[in-house]
C-alpha cells in the first residue's frame, strides 16, 4: 500500500524466463498485486512464477504487448487497486 492506495503492477511478459525474477525481485514492498502477463511464452516463463504472491495470466496465443497490458488493467480493475 502506498499513501493509503491499493498498487498493483502490470508486467507483460513473452519469452522472460531469464529476466522475469530480477523484474519480480526488483519491485518495491509497497506493491499490493503483481500480475504477470504471460503471453504464450514458449521458453518456460511461466514456470519461473513464484506460486504466491504474483498472479499469472496466460494468452493462448501471442497477442502483443498492447493485449498483455489490457488483461493485466482489467484485472487489476476488477481487483479494485486504486494505482
Do not use: K, Q
Not at 504472491?53 to 498492447?66: K, Q, S, T, W, Y
Request: proline fraction near 6%; charge should be positive; avoid cysteine.
Amino acid at each position: 500500500m502506498y499513501r493509503g492506495l491499493r498498487v498493483a503492477v502490470v508486467i507483460p511478459a513473452h519469452n522472460e524466463a531469464r529476466l522475469l525474477p530480477v523484474t519480480l525481485a526488483g519491485l518495491p514492498d509497497f506493491v499490493d498485486h503483481t500480475l504477470v502477463i504471460d503471453d504464450a511464452s514458449t521458453d518456460g516463463t511461466a514456470a519461473v512464477v513464484p506460486r504466491r504472491g504474483v498472479e499469472l495470466i496466460r494468452h493462448p496465443h501471442n497477442r502483443g504487448v498492447g493485449a498483455a497490458i489490457v488483461t493485466g488493467y482489467r484485472r487489476a480493475r476488477a481487483l479494485g487497486v486504486d494505482a
